[in-house]
């Protein structure tokens, strides 16, 4: 089991201190459930490796993980700074009250739409991604705003975090940010302009990683240019921001695959240190942007289990009332999980596969997995769908996406409502005759 889990003694599984299935009878299936204390544990594992290790950092959550108007509150309490990928991520944390002078504004197509909201609502760092974006910006800059731009660029390091293909973003091959040796070019002309302010360098090597050497070869190809830029042309970089992308255990297997947030953070840092002596380079402000290594681990979703099927001979589908809607990333990537059956935890073992309700095949949850036989009825958890689960989720075959509970002190909170019929027709112009 992963994360604050137990088994009580009617053989339920409780997550946090409560109980799955009352969870299931209260709140309704499915649905997203976030153990608070353990999202803020991971949290705290950040902050206090920083604090050991380096003198002057700011750490920014990726909202694209999993986001939420609660969830806001909660990284502005714990004065964390907040990425945002588009106007919709930037308008929910706005109206969340999350301070716009600590969200970083990332994306490699921002519209028009969404540069004018930025521009207009404030902004701590715009991180420019390609040339195109940057002469928007040198464009509309005083137009929309009356205060300098504070800029960081995205550079593609070069470096292959050896992730899945499309998790992978710091390869010269990539849809994202500056190859370096286009990067020189733009970062002057913004450093010219009257509009801009370029604070620093950003680069994000990809997702899911299990390895710490990548990022400490992204850090040095960074810190290298950074000082072969300061030769050339006399500019510091006041900050370097180095993204996510650590990896976390999706299964009890799993649990040993990747390395702890402390000793990705410390070793990140040493190397910083190390390059900035030498090359005679002051320590930059240093960020890191972590997404699924904060709320993964934290949420589990609860299902109920449907219908049963067994192919005699060849397997059993067990079927629950969600599947590739609220979690697509096993037919996007091939995702692993594990699951429990919620109401009887321990019992006899049958081999099944958990698949969804949607109209594909391809639609399956877990491909194959020992479950205490799962009947009609029963409820079943997914565990470790606390990142790009919520995010990512779709009314495909309009299915209305699940709520969302945060658990905290033994007691859940609904802090976002499940979408009902009504709300997939919201939208709908009803012709008249
Ligand atoms: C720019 C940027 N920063 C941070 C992240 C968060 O990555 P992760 O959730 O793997 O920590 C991403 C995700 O891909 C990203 O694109």
Same mark, same amino acid.
């Given at each position: 089991?992963?994360?604050?889990?137990?088994?009580?003694?009617?053989?339920?599984?409780?997550?946090?201190?409560?109980?799955?299935?009352?969870?299931?009878?209260?709140?309704?299936?499915?649905?997203?459930?976030?153990?608070?204390?353990?999202?803020?544990?991971?949290?705290?594992?950040?902050?206090?490796?920083?604090?050991?290790?380096?003198?002057?950092?700011?750490?920014?959550?990726?909202?694209?993980?999993?986001?939420?108007?609660?969830?806001?509150?909660?990284?502005?309490?714990?004065?964390?700074?907040?990425?945002?990928?588009?106007?919709?991520?930037?308008?929910?944390?706005?109206?969340?009250?999350?301070?716009?002078?600590?969200?970083?504004?990332?994306?490699?197509?921002?519209?028009?739409?969404? !540069?004018? #909201?930025? %521009?207009? $609502? &404030?902004? +701590?760092?715009?991180?420019? @991604?390609? /040339?195109?974006?940057?002469?928007?910006?040198?464009?509309?800059?005083?137009?929309?705003?009356?205060?300098?731009?504070?800029?960081?660029?995205?550079?593609?390091?070069?470096?292959?975090?050896?992730?899945?293909?499309?998790?992978?973003?710091?390869?010269?091959?990539?849809?994202?940010?500056?190859?370096?040796?286009?990067?020189?070019?733009?970062?002057?002309?913004?450093?010219?302009?009257?509009?801009?302010?370029?604070?620093?360098?950003?680069?994000?090597?990809?997702?899911?990683?299990?390895?710490?050497?990548?990022?400490?070869?992204?850090?040095?190809?960074?810190?290298?240019?950074?000082?072969?830029?300061?030769?050339?042309?006399?500019?510091?970089? !006041?900050? #370097?921001? %180095?993204? $996510? &992308?650590? +990896?976390?255990?999706?299964? @009890?297997? /799993?649990?040993?695959?990747?390395?702890?947030?402390?000793?990705?953070?410390?070793?990140?840092?040493?190397?910083?240190?190390?390059?900035?002596?030498?090359?005679?380079?002051?320590?930059?402000?240093?960020?890191?942007?972590?997404?699924?290594?904060?709320?993964?681990?934290?949420?589990?979703?609860?299902?109920?289990?449907?219908?049963?099927?067994?192919?005699?001979?060849?397997?059993?589908?067990?079927?629950?009332?969600?599947?590739?809607?609220?979690?697509?990333?096993?037919?996007?990537?091939?995702?692993?999980?594990?699951?429990?059956?919620?109401?009887?935890?321990?019992?006899?073992?049958?081999?099944?596969?958990?698949?969804?309700?949607?109209?594909?095949?391809?639609?399956? %949850?877990?491909?194959?997995?020992?479950?205490?036989?799962?009947?009609?009825?029963?409820?079943?958890?997914?565990?470790?769908?606390?990142?790009?689960?919520?995010?990512?989720?779709?009314?495909?075959?309009?299915?209305?996406?699940?709520?969302?509970?945060?658990?905290?002190?033994?007691?859940?909170?609904?802090?976002?409502?499940?979408?009902?019929?009504?709300?997939?027709?919201?939208?709908?112009?009803?012709?008249?005759?």
């Amino acid at each position: 089991m992963l994360g604050n889990k137990s088994i009580n003694e009617n053989n339920h599984l409780e997550i946090a201190g409560c109980d799955v299935v009352e969870l299931a009878q209260t709140m309704g299936t499915p649905l997203y459930v976030y153990d608070e204390e353990l999202l803020r544990f991971n949290m705290q594992e950040y902050e206090e490796a920083f604090r050991e290790n380096y003198p002057h950092f700011s750490l920014a959550y990726a909202g694209k993980a999993f986001l939420c108007s609660a969830l806001c509150s909660i990284i502005e309490e714990k004065n964390w700074w907040l990425d945002v990928v588009s106007g919709g991520e930037y308008y929910l944390a706005s109206s969340a009250d999350f301070p716009v002078e600590k969200i970083i504004f990332h994306g490699n197509n921002k519209t028009q739409e969404e !540069r004018h #909201l930025v %521009l207009r $609502g &404030g902004v +701590g760092r715009w991180v420019v @991604d390609n /040339e195109v974006e940057l002469n928007f910006l040198l464009e509309e800059a005083s137009s929309y705003a009356s205060y300098k731009i504070p800029l960081f660029f995205r550079l593609t390091p070069g470096v292959d975090p050896h992730t899945h293909q499309y998790i992978t973003t710091g390869k010269i091959d990539s849809k994202f940010g500056f190859p370096l040796g286009e990067a020189e070019k733009a970062i002057l002309k913004a450093i010219q302009s009257e509009d801009l302010e370029v604070w620093g360098l950003h680069c994000h090597i990809g997702s899911q990683i299990d390895h710490i050497e990548p990022f400490l070869k992204a850090a040095e190809v960074m810190l290298q240019f950074m000082a072969d830029f300061r030769k050339k042309h006399g500019f510091v970089f !006041r900050e #370097l921001d %180095l993204g $996510g &992308g650590l +990896g976390v255990p999706y299964t @009890d297997e /799993e649990r040993d695959r990747f390395p702890p947030s402390r000793l990705y953070v410390q070793a990140i840092s040493e190397k910083v240190k190390e390059m900035c002596g030498e090359l005679s380079y002051p320590l930059p402000r240093l960020y890191l942007e972590p997404g699924r290594s904060v709320v993964n681990t934290a949420g589990s979703t609860i299902y109920q289990v449907g219908s049963v099927k067994e192919i005699p001979g060849v397997k059993k589908y067990v079927a629950v009332d969600g599947g590739m809607t609220d979690n697509p990333r096993p037919i996007l990537y091939g995702a692993k999980y594990q699951a429990h059956v919620g109401n009887r935890v321990v019992g006899e073992q049958e081999k099944v596969s958990v698949v969804g309700k949607c109209c594909e095949s391809g639609d399956v %949850l877990i491909e194959e997995m020992e479950l205490s036989s799962p009947r009609p009825g029963d409820i079943l958890v997914v565990e470790a769908t606390g990142a790009y689960n919520y995010s990512m989720a779709s009314n495909y075959n309009l299915i209305p996406r699940p709520g969302v509970v945060f658990l905290r002190e033994r007691k859940p909170e609904l802090v976002v409502r499940p979408e009902s019929w009504s709300d997939l027709v919201r939208r709908d112009i009803v012709p008249v005759d």
